[in-house]
């Protein structure tokens, strides 16, 4: 395994020639991360700087466009931190995001209002705030969108709040559509390219006809497992509140996602003022149609009900010598089959996290199916 070292324009400056460590974590519905331990060299220290480009070369199979381009995951540096122990051992650590992270450089201006499937709003952002079809201002230099296979999907009323956070916007539409997404590199062509797509279904009684992967312990294919399920989040029935027209009123309107009645019903609410009944379009100002407007609001508490089902959480700690190869028999996004015997435990789950530790010149791969359990901060945003 191999780090390579760019600055922002994608010029080389050279790989890391010593390291301790590499915990480099990719996610399906959101930002990655990376961290780094290394000693402190001269070659090292000029090239761990905040702001450079972190591109791991590693053997595993890559994006490859139609005209044969590479195209890999990277990261920035956003954090160093040098330090020196008792023993006079220096060491520098770094830190950072996949680039990805890019697009909360941007807010959605102008507003879109628009009836379309997620893929399709997904792209128009990108495009709009900092792509082709940006101010240039505004526009990632050496950026591009990179080919899509065709995504389905059905079509939603959407309005986003105004000056909406770009990159909270794409995540919340891509975890809605069930799509991933990020920033890759292409080191030859030195390009950037936004990357939108959706995991295969490789489960054990897929219809697509793709060979089945299936993690189990009595395979030999997992070396540790870990299993959480919660209802604590539980939600079925969504109220949603949206903004006062010019009389003072509040449309309300409701999302029933199961059907549920008495001890099986669970109701929670949804503030959805932050979507306005007004837009600008050029100078004029647009009221958009009270049916309009409640679909829209429909559209954000069908949204919202995603969060609140049932939390289903399998982590397992891969063996890398094992019948399964990451990037090979699977990739993250996957939809795939956990499987354990002894805790009559089978699901069929997404990949949506995938951590590769590197240490002392070993490998160990941890990969996430289903959903993480809700954090507080995003229990605090629920309620507030």
Excluded at 80 to 93: A, F, P, R, S
Excluded at 187 to 213: H, I, M, V, W
Excluded at 336 to 341: D, M, S
């Amino acid at each position: 395994m191999e780090l390579r070292i760019f600055d922002k324009t994608i010029e080389p400056l050279g790989a890391i020639d010593e390291l301790a460590s590499l915990l480099w974590h990719i996610k399906y519905f959101d930002v990655g991360t990376f961290s780094l331990l290394a000693p402190i060299t001269d070659n090292n220290s000029k090239l761990l700087v905040e702001g450079n480009i972190i591109v791991k070369h590693d053997g595993k199979r890559e994006v490859t466009d139609a005209a044969g381009g590479v195209w890999r995951r990277a990261a920035q540096i956003t954090y160093v931190h040098i330090t020196k122990d008792e023993n006079g051992l220096e060491q520098i650590e770094a830190q950072g995001f996949m680039l990805g992270w890019w697009l909360n450089k941007r807010c959605i201006y102008p507003q879109i209002v628009a009836t379309a499937a997620n893929p399709w709003l997904i792209n128009t952002m990108v495009k709009k705030n900092c792509g082709s079809e940006a101010g240039a201002k505004r526009r990632f230099p050496q950026f591009i969108i990179l080919e899509q296979e065709t995504m389905s999907g059905s079509n939603v009323e959407y309005a986003n709040e105004v000056c909406a956070n770009l990159g909270q916007e794409v995540k919340a539409r891509a975890q809605a559509g069930k799509l991933g997404y990020d920033i890759l590199i292409n080191e030859r062509a030195k390009q950037y390219g936004f990357y939108l797509y959706k995991g295969k279904d490789l489960t054990a009684k897929n219809s697509a006809g793709n060979t089945p992967c299936i993690f189990s312990r009595d395979f030999d294919n997992v070396n540790e497992q870990e299993y959480t399920a919660s209802i604590e989040n539980c939600g079925n029935f969504i109220y949603v509140q949206g903004a006062a027209d010019d009389n003072g009123s509040q449309p309300m309107t409701t999302v029933d996602g199961e059907n549920a009645t008495g001890l099986d019903l669970t109701e929670v609410f949804c503030d959805a003022t932050d979507i306005a009944r007004k837009y600008q379009s050029g100078e004029t100002e647009i009221t958009i149609p009270l049916d309009t407007y409640i679909l829209m609001l429909k559209t954000r508490g069908s949204a919202e009900l995603e969060s609140y089902g049932k939390t289903i959480n399998f982590v397992s700690t891969i063996n890398t010598n094992s019948n399964l190869k990451f990037k090979v028999d699977f990739d993250l996004g996957d939809r795939i089959t956990c499987k354990e015997e002894k805790w009559g435990i089978q699901i069929d789950a997404r990949i949506t996290e995938v951590t590769e530790t590197y240490q002392k010149g070993a490998e160990e791969i941890e990969a996430t199916f289903g959903d993480s359990l809700p954090t507080l901060v995003d229990k605090i945003r629920k309620v507030r």
